[in-house]
Nanobody
């Protein structure tokens, strides 16, 4: 059974940092693009960041550029999202996802609903 399990969410103050982790099991994702999406309360899901299978290429949404960093450790079948300088508008459920498509495709509108595998999400709450 293929699973993506997110962890590391929580409640923090504005300006704090969090590191989300995504642990994959059930298959090897070394050739898959990995991505993070988020869904703020009452809003639609949005793209946050994506990384290609080798870790050489990353895409980051303009809203989090300079504050969030995506990385992966293929040996551990895991991906990470380092979130710094958090803002109240970063409050959302964060989802990890994986797909065999090129990372440039994953970072577009395709990724919002088309990813092969999704985690169940982890809640991040940022208070002012």
């Amino acid at each position: 059974q293929v699973q993506l399990v997110e962890s590391g969410g929580g409640s923090v103050q504005a300006g704090d940092s969090l590191r989300l982790s995504c642990a994959a099991s059930g298959r090897t994702f070394s050739r898959y693009a990995m991505a993070w999406f988020r869904q703020p309360p009452g809003k639609e899901r949005e793209f946050v960041a994506a990384i290609n299978w080798s870790g050489d290429y990353t895409y980051v949404a303009d809203s989090v550029k300079g504050r969030f960093t995506i990385s992966r450790d293929s040996a551990k079948n895991s991906a990470y999202l380092q979130m710094d300088s958090l803002k109240p508008e970063d409050t959302a459920v964060y989802y990890c996802a994986a797909d065999a498509a090129p990372v440039s495709v994953v970072a577009g509108t395709y990724g919002l609903d088309g990813m092969d595998y999704w985690g169940k999400g982890t809640l991040v709450t940022v208070s002012s």
